[in-house]
């Protein structure tokens, strides 16, 4: 292909077969681009969409002749998304073809049209598909007026997993197009959609997603909107209330954020734990966070563990309920107690990283093991020369 060190053809079809867009892009860096002989470009992009339209499955049968079921596992795709790999008749893919597809046409500059983008991102009905990242990526690559109108004309779809497709994509667009033309008309365009949208929305997947989008950025009326939430019937909604509401609390969300806090959802507890360490805590308050600190879910408990820590509250009621955890099974958790403790300056913390006991390779590395030294260094005059 001209360059030492690019793939050539063989390289670069066994890498479009074998299904996986990481392999793939990682060839692509090296090697072809728009100048790509086009007989190769037809060649890779038909094999890419054969694999797709048959699917991996169905295609490795008709190859190898081979019967019984296939073995199948998740493999990681890039740190945040997977596909799923396939063995049978004695070859090993993976099911990442329309992510594969969307590259290519990608790299070599042809514009896939918005309806077939969203279509592979939702083919295997999972938002940490493979597929449905690449899909992701190129929408934030495509940043035109044209693109974004019919992309956003989405969330209007009937298919809830478009919609939620879409919603994501709106979220990301917060961090993208501050960096483009028209910024400000994209976000002031993002906003009035987002805004219509969440109050028409009777899906709950959907609905949670788009109170995450809200709850991180500046979102106007999102006090009022998760005001109204905080009773929906879906727990994926609730979980998602108590970041909408702005600091510190008022009355009313304080009250809310206690009303979660005794969810049967352990989600919308461990929310409602977070929220509560971002506040002086009233004698209400106090009493949430203990019962918290009894939560018999781990979650939660992590959640709470950490507000005990880190909230401006140093009453003996938190501490003791701190303490009673030095007792717990778990080795994580006590190590999340003698961290909480040192945070709070605790005069207890050299017994409780005591009680932690020696630390395995999943937690030696852990931030928090560092806690005693800096509870140390704080109190040096105390401690003398430890």
């Known amino acids: 292909m001209g360059t030492t060190g690019e793939p050539d053809r063989e390289q670069l079809l066994r890498a479009v077969e074998g299904g996986s867009p990481e392999e793939l892009g990682e060839l692509l860096d090296a090697g072809p681009g728009p100048s790509t002989a086009p007989e190769l470009r037809e060649e890779l992009l038909a094999t890419a969409r054969g694999w797709y339209e048959e699917g991996p499955e169905a295609r490795l049968r008709r190859l190898t002749g081979a019967v019984g079921p296939a073995r199948t596992r998740q493999v990681m795709e890039g740190p945040f998304h997977h596909a799923t790999e396939i063995t049978l008749g004695g070859r090993t893919v993976r099911d990442g073809h329309g992510g594969i597809l969307t590259l290519l046409e990608w790299t070599f500059r042809i514009l896939t049209p918005v309806e077939e983008l969203v279509a592979r991102a939702v083919r295997h009905g999972d938002p940490e598909h493979c597929d449905w990242g690449r899909s992701a ?33 709106l979220g990301a667009e917060a961090f993208n197009y501050s960096f483009v033309q028209h910024a400000r008309w994209y976000e002031r365009e993002r906003l009035k959609v987002l805004a ?19 709850g ?23 979980r998602r209330v108590p970041p909408l509401f702005g600091r510190p609390l008022d009355p009313d969300t304080a009250r809310t954020v206690r009303e979660l806090a005794g969810d049967t959802d352990a989600g919308v507890r461990a929310e409602a734990a977070q929220a509560l360490g971002e506040e002086p805590l009233s004698p209400e308050d106090r009493e949430v966070l203990i019962t918290l600190l009894r939560d018999e879910d781990p979650q939660v408990l992590a959640r709470a563990v950490y507000t005990a820590g880190h909230t401006g509250d140093r009453t003996p009621a938190v501490t003791e309920a701190l303490i009673e955890l030095l007792d717990s099974d778990e080795q994580e958790t006590r190590l999340a107690v003698a961290f909480a403790l040192a945070c709070r300056n605790d005069p207890h913390t050299r017994e409780a990283y005591a009680r932690v006991g020696p630390l395995g390779p999943e937690l030696a590395g852990d931030h928090r093991v560092d806690g005693l030294w800096r509870w140390k260094m704080r109190n040096a005059t105390q401690e003398g020369t430890e």
Request: proline content about 7%.
């Open 216 to 238: 991180n950025e500046d979102f106007p009326g999102a006090r009022a909107l998760g005001l109204r939430q905080a009773g929906h019937a879906d727990p994926r909604v609730r």
């Open 196 to 214: 219509a949208w969440v109050e028409v929305e009777d899906d709950g997947g959907v609905l949670a997603e788009l109170l995450r989008v809200i």
């Open 137 to 169: 990526l190129i929408f934030d690559l495509r940043q035109s007026p044209e693109t974004w109108a019919q992309k956003v004309a989405f969330h209007r779809h009937p298919d809830p997993l478009r919609r939620l497709f879409v919603a994501e994509v």
